[in-house]
């Protein structure tokens, strides 16, 4: 059962590269539309969305994919406080675009569905062992204490 749960563990960790990935690349092509009206593959834009909120989705969809690739592969120990930070950023645009912006009758259920995702993506980056293995100490708490350690007095 270990071994399951190992390999399922392993695939996850990739599915999360394989998402960013995604998601770096869509930010990257929205941008591309965004500044210079060229679509290579199809129109990302959605017309709905003023001009400054476009650009604040494509920032932040390529800031998250960015910073989980770059943290991921130099190791950098809050990868998962980074990514907790743009996850609810994330999150927050999408609550403004899904109640202020957008028409489609299935946004109710994608928001809830894309925010289930980060909360189970953001509770495996704390909370497996493999992405404490890869990532390190993440918390300020030393190890063999059960206390934080005190605030430096100036």
């Excluded at 930010?27 to 400054?52: D, I």
């Excluded at 690739?69 to 999408?94: D, K, N």
């Amino acid at each position: 059962m270990s071994r399951v749960l190992e390999l399922g563990s392993q695939g996850f960790s990739y599915l999360i590269i394989f998402a960013s990935t995604v998601l770096l690349g869509w930010g990257v092509l929205g941008f591309l539309e965004y500044f210079t009206g060229l679509a290579p593959f199809m129109p990302l834009q959605n017309p709905t969305f003023p001009p400054g909120t476009q650009f604040f989705h494509w920032f932040l969809i390529t800031l998250t994919g960015s910073t989980f690739l770059v943290g991921y592969f130099a190791r950098w120990r809050y990868t998962p406080v980074a990514m907790i930070v743009l996850y609810a950023s994330l999150a927050t645009m999408c609550a403004i675009q899904t109640f202020d912006f957008m028409e489609n009758a299935s946004r109710y259920a994608d928001f809830a569905r894309e925010c289930a995702y980060y909360v189970i993506i953001s509770v495996y980056l704390f909370r497996s062992n493999r992405m404490r293995d890869h990532f390190g100490q993440i918390t300020v708490v030393k190890r063999g204490t059960d206390h934080l350690p005190r605030p430096v007095t100036v």
